[in-house]
């Protein structure tokens, strides 16, 4: 993910989105599957249903999952569901 903003390295849209979508087609998880989405149109999604009921005060891990659910992370809509 460094690739796509250059931190410590050159920026590179093309490696990083190739590492990116290597990542989501392998682990599955929705958080890399959103920022090769979001990498690949240059703008961030918007919140999905399950960020938007979070209540305030959620912890990180929370807001984690919730995002990573929204993205289509299996394995967090079935931690999610536990809180």
Do not use: Y
């Amino acid at each position: 993910m460094a690739l796509a903003p250059g931190e410590g390295v050159q920026r590179d849209i093309g490696a990083a989105l190739q590492n990116l979508d290597k990542d989501c087609s392998f682990w599955k998880a929705g958080f890399i599957c959103r920022d090769a989405r979001e990498v690949r149109t240059q703008s961030k999604l918007p919140d999905g249903p399950e960020w938007k009921a979070l209540p305030k005060g959620s912890t990180a891990l929370a807001q984690f999952m919730a995002r990573d659910c929204d993205s289509g992370g299996p394995a967090s809509r079935d931690a999610l569901a536990g809180f």
